[in-house]
């Protein structure tokens, strides 16, 4: 582990200061150790490489050395905004910014935690919390698609494999720090709602027929009438069931969008 450089984006909150290091095991772990201190409040540790990333459940994060914005903020929000629901859909909503921003095609939230292009996973988010709040990030930039088929990972794909525009890893990772940053001052200006909406829109569901899986294991299927981050609901047979976002596991279209 080598600290490369640290410096202060000409930011608000997210990016002062940002810590870029060669390699760690995770970018989460090293961000969990400082997470105590609220003077650390918008650190961004930042890695070209993770050995030992990993995702939601403890899964295993996979990127090819150099090929991914990897990072974690650590936050210390005012208590509204301190749900593991909005500091999800705050990250994603900017990710989804910078990937159309980067390859101008429109992603998709998957939820809770995964931004797609065209069905495929290029980014996946971890929020945790000891003390302060950590958002985790992994998006895939340059990744060769062969990287994915070596690694089983037949769902993923990176941004470079959405356009033909060469990518730099450190412009997108800073887009990405900037989107952050001017999504964090809408939550603590006041403006949840805003957030909430773009949260939806790109969750692309709202009205659809879908099932959802619930943390539990069970599954119900119906029309979803609501979005929100006080829960989702659920419509069938005219009955309505309201569904807390941490009951929610997973959330699938039953049909394409026209089919």
């Known amino acids: 582990m080598a600290l490369l450089h640290e410096y202060h ?33 918008g650190l961004v540790i930042w890695a070209d490489w993770q ?34 629901v ?29 931004v ?13 919390q000891s003390g302060g709040i950590v958002v985790g990030i992994g998006l895939n930039v340059t990744t060769p698609p062969q990287f994915f088929l070596e690694h089983n990972l037949a769902n993923a794909a990176s941004l470079a494999c959405f356009t ?3 990518l730099d890893i450190t412009e997108v990772g800073q887009r990405l720090l900037e989107r952050l940053d001017a999504g964090y001052v809408a939550l603590v200006e006041g403006e949840l709602g805003e957030i909430e909406s773009a949260w939806r829109w790109y969750g692309g ?13 069970e599954r119900c299927s119906g ?3 609501e979005w929100s981050f006080d829960g989702l609901i659920l419509e069938r047979d005219g009955e309505p069931r309201l569904l807390l976002p941490e009951e929610i596991a997973e959330i699938e279209p039953l049909s394409v969008p026209g089919g």
């Open 164 to 166: 033909d525009q060469p």
């Open 223 to 225: 029309r979803l009438r």
């Open 51 to 84: 050995t030992a990333g990993r995702g939601r459940f403890g899964r295993r994060w996979f990127a090819a050395p150099g090929s991914a914005v990897l990072i974690s903020v650590v936050l210390f929000p005012p208590p509204r905004l301190q749900r593991p």
């Open 9 to 41: 984006l000409p930011t608000r909150f997210i990016g002062r200061p940002v810590r870029r290091y060669d390699v760690l095991e995770s970018t989460n772990t090293l961000a969990l150790q400082l997470a105590g201190d609220p003077g650390h409040h």
């Open 86 to 114: 909005i500091m999800t859909a705050w990250a994603a909503v900017a990710v989804c910014e910078t990937v159309y921003l980067t390859t101008q095609r429109q992603p998709r939230i998957k939820w809770p935690n995964d």
């Open 116 to 128: 797609l292009l065209s069905g495929k996973k290029v980014c996946g988010i971890l929020v945790e």
């Open 205 to 217: 569901l709202w009205g659809r027929d879908v099932q959802v899986t619930l943390t539990t294991g």
